[in-house]
């Protein structure tokens, strides 16, 4: 899977390409590959005019959730979520709740957050990521480095 962003204007512009495998598992030779062949494809074809900068990438550990698919992917896991209540005057601003993505419903996330449970909307969505708790990652990372030294 994959999903490009063209930024830049007439001549130069830089074009990123995100890919991603289901089971999470991109490396730096799986980017390097995919650069390869892209630069090849864009060298014959020619598809954008003027120059470009190519940049293949992962979507990384936080990465966006751009759809409810997205959501259901991701099911169990901590995200941040910021949105806006629908029709709510009393609310100015986007909230932001962090929180355990639980389930899905139609066009619904349901997040277990430290206030308890919160249904959001898909449509009240303003930006979803995932938010992993990198403090746990380095511990679990160090705990498997001193194994495999013992």
């Given at each position: 899977m994959a999903w490009t962003d063209i930024e830049g204007r007439r001549g130069s512009f830089r074009v990123r390409v995100f890919i991603e495998r289901r089971d999470g598992g991109?490396?730096?030779?799986?980017?390097?590959?995919?650069?390869?062949?892209?630069?090849?494809?864009?060298?014959?074809?020619?598809?954008i005019l003027g120059s470009c900068f190519l940049e293949v990438s992962t979507p990384g550990l936080d990465r966006p959730l751009r759809s409810v698919a997205d959501c259901h992917r991701f099911l169990g896991?901590?995200?941040r979520v910021r949105?806006?209540?629908?029709?709510?005057p009393r609310e100015a601003g986007p909230q932001t709740v962090v929180g355990t993505l639980r389930t899905v419903e139609d066009a619904t996330i349901?997040?277990?957050?430290?206030?308890?449970?919160?249904?959001?909307?898909?449509?009240e969505v303003v930006a979803a990521r995932l938010d992993p708790d990198l403090g746990a990652l380095l511990r679990r990372g160090a705990r498997a480095q001193r194994r495999r030294r013992t």
């Open positions: 991109v490396g730096l030779a799986d980017c390097e590959r995919v650069n390869e062949k892209l630069s090849a494809l864009f060298d014959l074809e020619d598809p896991q901590r995200v949105y806006r209540i629908a029709n709510d349901c997040l277990d957050g430290p206030a308890g449970g919160l249904r959001i909307g898909w449509n």
